[in-house]
């Protein structure tokens, strides 16, 4: 099945999210499509003091896949109060859902038990009614995740997600951020549906047409 959509929105909670979630996916758009990206995290996490990189490791990170600052968004809501600040969150994403007008919308997996990725998907699914919303996977924070839709990238989609990652060097520790981690979750995601690399999603909701084959006289 081919899919596509002139504008695509992918939202994240915290930086590193949507490059964990969907990164091989968002080089490979870049680079393979006219398509209009917008990528937007709610949360700089600038309230920790160890963390006062990861703005510019992500603009880093989201550079490596082809995306520019230009259609990067951070918003400054606090890191774990999502749930506290719903309503504005909602609010912004009304403003969003008016101002750029996605076609489809990449958010958190409904498998994901951290709070604010929680808040992101419920809150967009309310702001982009009648938009196809798929939700990706981000390891340390989801139980339960299986893909019910896969997309098939390149090797070299890979490889940039894994660059693009190693920008983080606040989290160069971190166990999911391992390259054989990164590479196998796209190995076995791409085996679910026979291809080399897949990145993996659920479905939170699809908006289609159906095209069937036009029958012709005589």
């Known amino acids: 099945m081919n899919f596509y959509g002139q504008k695509i929105l992918f939202l994240g909670a915290h930086p590193d999210d949507i490059e964990i979630g969907c990164g091989a996916l968002l080089a490979h758009i870049s680079?393979?499509?006219?398509a209009e990206v917008l990528c937007v995290t709610i949360s700089d996490n600038r309230k920790n003091p160890k963390l006062q990189n990861l703005v510019e490791?992500?603009?880093k990170s989201m550079e490596i896949l082809g995306i520019g600052e230009e259609k990067i968004i951070v918003k400054d809501f606090e890191t774990r109060n999502f749930p506290r600040d719903r309503q504005e969150i909602l609010e912004f994403l009304y403003e969003l859902s008016g101002s750029f007008n996605p076609d489809i919308v990449f958010a958190h997996s409904s498998a994901d038990?951290?709070?604010?990725?929680?808040?992101?998907?419920?809150?967009a699914l309310r702001a982009f009614r009648g938009t196809s919303v798929l939700g990706f996977d981000v390891l340390r924070s989801s139980y339960g995740f299986f893909p019910n839709f896969t997309v098939e990238v390149a090797e070299e989609d890979v490889e940039l997600k894994v660059k693009a990652l190693a920008a983080y060097k606040t989290y160069r520790s971190v166990y999911y951020l391992d390259p054989s981690i990164i590479r196998s979750t796209l190995v076995r995601h791409g085996a679910l549906a026979e291809k080399p690399f897949a990145e993996g999603f659920d479905i939170l909701r699809i908006v289609g047409t159906f095209q069937g084959m036009v029958v012709e006289d005589g």
Do not use: A
């Open 113 to 123: 038990i951290h709070q604010d990725h929680g808040v992101v998907t419920t809150e």
């Open 31 to 34: 680079s393979n499509t006219l």
């Open 57 to 59: 490791e992500h603009y």
